[in-house]
């Protein structure tokens, strides 16, 4: 079945370093790749995404890359702020599966000053 | 403004008491869903529905019931709550239909969260 394995956390940086959250995925058919993001205290809210092999998604300056070729998601951003602290989730959504959409466990990132 | 609401965002109860806590969105969307979030277990799908008086079962629905008898609510019904039971829950939505409607790229809007706890 489908699965996605997100590093485990917490990721701690300084403010202005470089992010990046690993992210693989398994799936049967040919998938939509997602990151969300969930604020202390709030739900998940789509951060950006993919739909086709080599798409890059990017928001808030974020970016992923769909590589199909290595089953690959990896978040990035050049330099974060401590307002990105925050819980990431890497998720899958299949157009051959069943449709239920899988998340990885999620990456805290804690953001120092 | 767009947005799908749950109540109540928090509720601590005793185990045997049914309680339901209630989604609903504003977007005319077709899918709707609810999440419970442990952790160090991420997001586990409990019911999904992908139109008025057609519901599934997710990953985890032992325990939980469902129904979908409007487009825009989709409560979730704890019959006989017990203290595994005690989680976040989120009900989410999103557009399309299924598969066939190219479903698999569509966004998901989450409600902020029903913190449960059963004693």
């Known amino acids: 079945g489908d699965s996605v394995t997100q590093m485990e956390g917490p990721v701690t940086l300084s403010e202005e370093a470089f992010l990046t959250i690993n992210c693989t995925y398994t799936?049967?058919?040919?998938?939509?790749l997602f990151w969300y993001v969930q604020y202390p205290g709030e739900g998940l809210q789509l951060l950006l995404k993919a739909t086709k092999a080599d798409d890059k998604g990017s928001n808030k300056g974020f970016e992923a890359t769909y590589r199909k070729e290595t089953t690959s998601f990896h978040l990035e951003k050049g330099s974060v702020q401590v307002s990105d602290s925050a819980v990431y989730f890497c998720a899958l959504s299949d157009r051959g599966g069943s449709y239920i959409p899988t998340f990885g466990r999620g990456t805290s990132l804690i953001v120092h000053p | 403004e767009a947005q799908v609401t749950q109540n109540p965002r928090y509720l601590i109860t005793v185990t045997g008491k049914k309680l339901t806590v209630t989604c609903s969105q504003n977007?005319?969307?077709?899918?709707m869903s609810w999440y419970r979030q442990d952790p160090g277990l991420g997001l586990r799908q409990i019911y999904y529905?992908?139109?008025?008086?057609?519901?599934d079962k997710g990953d985890v629905p032992e325990g939980y019931k469902v129904s979908r008898k409007e487009k825009r609510n989709f409560p979730l019904i704890l019959e006989s709550p017990s203290p595994n039971q005690t989680s976040l829950y989120f009900c989410a939505s999103s557009l399309s239909q299924g598969a066939r409607g190219g479903a698999h790229t569509d966004t998901q809007y989450f409600g902020p969260g029903t913190r449960l706890t059963v004693l």
């Open positions: 977007m005319n969307h077709e899918y």
């Open positions: 799936a049967t058919g040919y998938p939509s």
């Open positions: 529905s992908m139109n008025v008086e057609v519901t």
